[in-house]
């Protein structure tokens, strides 16, 4: 079985081609990456003899199609995937998350090819912090960000694809990931890397906001189980009951480094920032028979910290650079 991955030199994507090629010894791997900031070959450096990483983008739309005439099934990882990066320049989020789906899309159309499209829980917009509520495939869309708004946009092409044009796709709309490779600009590697330099964590506001925390390995053996029995044209929840707020997830990395629990500066708040998310996965689960495997924070948690710890090659040539332009606007 030949697959392509596109965005697969990305955090969630390259976990998604090392899970592949230790667990399924039968499918060949062809990953599609831009290798813009948040892509990294050395990401893929463990598997890159069994693989083939061809760099280029996704809106291209030759290339696009040559790759997925090549193949049985496309799983679409690649985005630009930063909120605060939207908030600064949306331009490339419409590019890519928008119009590279699209030129995904017309190329899975034309050669008959099976779509899995990655998608986000942030689709939804926001819940109230004392709302009981979780986000379910029926919720209705409300996204607050560039980035969330051009990722609505490309799961409602997809349906669009489905409907009118029978393409074969599902979606699946995940939670927060946290685990090994993700660009130290996201929440968690950001302070795990502070706290290994000795800077005080940095908390967006007053650090009340929710996130669903999942490990990236359960999100991608969700992603399989829905490639391998899902239905088509369906929408899946990926979650796996992981709520804490921003606050506790820093006085966990404090516990866990053995500093004070009020060893952390709150800086300016993102504009427009989501209050909480929470997903319902029963669909996942009851339908699929799909389980989370990491269902200790704490301890997945620990094991990040010890990769960061082991892996300071990957990230420390981005540190730098990263902190100056968060200090730039004052977080
Ligand atoms: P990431 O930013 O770490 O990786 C994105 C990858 O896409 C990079 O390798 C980048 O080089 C590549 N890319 C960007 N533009 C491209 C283009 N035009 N053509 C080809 N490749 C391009 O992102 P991530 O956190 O791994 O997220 C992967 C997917 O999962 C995204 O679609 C995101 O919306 C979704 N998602 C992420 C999370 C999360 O918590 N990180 C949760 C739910 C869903
Ligand atoms: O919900 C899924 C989404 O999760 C994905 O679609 C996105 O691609 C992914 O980036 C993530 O979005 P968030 O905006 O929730 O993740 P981020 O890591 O940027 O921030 C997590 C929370 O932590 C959020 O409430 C903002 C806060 N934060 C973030 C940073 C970088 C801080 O308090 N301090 C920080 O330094």
Known sequence: MQVLVTGGAGFIGANFVHQTVRERPDVQVTVLDALTYAGDRASLAPVADKITLVEGSITDAALVDRLVAA????????????????LNDPSPFVQTNVVGTFTLLEAVRKHGVRFHHISTDEVYGDL?????????????????????????????????????????????????????????????????????DGIRPRLYGAGQNVRDWIHVEDHNSAVWAIIDRGQIGETYLIGADGEKNNLEVVQTLLEIFGR??????????????????????????????WTPQYTDFRSGLQATVEWYQANESWWRPAKAAVEAKYAAQGQ
């Open 71 to 86: 193949s049985d099934l496309v799983v679409h990882f690649a985005a630009e995937s930063h909120n605060d990066n939207s």
């Open 128 to 196: 109230e912090l004392d709302d009981p509520a979780k986000f379910t495939p029926e919720t209705p869309y409300n996204p607050s960000s560039p980035y969330s708004s051009t990722k609505a946009g490309s799961d409602l092409l997809v349906r669009a694809w489905v409907r009118s044009f029978g393409v074969q796709a599902t979606i699946s709309n995940c939670s927060n990931n946290y685990g090994p490779y993700q660009h130290i600009e996201k929440f968690i590697p950001r302070q795990v890397t502070n706290l290994i």
């Open 260 to 289: 004070p629990a009020d060893d952390f500066d709150h800086v300016n708040d993102r504009p427009g920032h989501d209050l909480r998310y929470a997903i319902d996965a029963s669909r996942l689960r009851n339908e699929l028979g």
